[in-house]
């Protein structure tokens, strides 16, 4: 893991430097790869020291803020967070994607498929010529996902789908 240290209105020491590699060495059991950044922000207001510790890996933003009277417990605070939060991400990961548990045995595989596309079958149908929330009531009664529709106002061809939260949705594609 590559650590970077950033400090606001602080100066880190350089014992709070050499705790801080230490204890985030312990994450690179998390990241196959020494060049994962992981950026450490420490600033001082009053009394206040904050201490906000972001690593971005592939996309995915994990991040952890605290906010104390010393940085040495900050530090202590701090981490553990970002550890729950690294490993609540990969348990997400394995039950969507059925990843491996161990770091070691993933297997990276592309997403894209050789096969070529194949219509697997074609179905004509007329539509008929309708407002919207006549076609919303169409939808609740063929129960599909999705019902097209010639919109009476507009002259297009539209559809309504059922969203994920049970609403309705509608698509109304154009050219430019």
């Not at 609740?140 to 010639?150: C, I, R, S």
């Amino acid at each position: 893991m590559k650590l970077e240290i950033v400090a606001k209105n602080y100066r880190a020491s350089d014992k709070l430097e050499q705790i801080l590699s230490a204890k985030t060495k312990k994450l690179d059991k998390y990241f196959p790869d020494d060049k994962t950044p992981c950026k450490v922000a420490l600033s001082e207001s009053g009394r206040q020291c904050k201490m906000e510790i972001s690593i971005n890996y592939h996309g995915t933003y994990i991040r952890s803020e605290v906010v104390g009277a010393n940085m040495y417990y900050n530090i202590d605070a701090c981490l553990p967070k970002l550890e729950r939060q690294i490993v609540k991400h990969r348990e997400k990961l394995n039950k969507s994607y059925k990843m491996p548990e161990r770091q070691d045995d993933f297997e990276f595989v592309s997403a894209v498929d050789d096969t070529p596309v194949e219509i697997a079958k074609t179905k004509r149908f007329e539509i008929a010529e309708m407002s919207a929330i006549e076609a919303a009531e169409s939808l609740d009664m063929v129960d599909h996902d999705f019902y097209l529709f010639v919109n009476a106002e507009t002259g297009n061809v539209e559809a309504v789908y059922r969203r994920k939260d049970g609403t309705i949705g509608l698509l109304q594609p154009y050219t430019e």
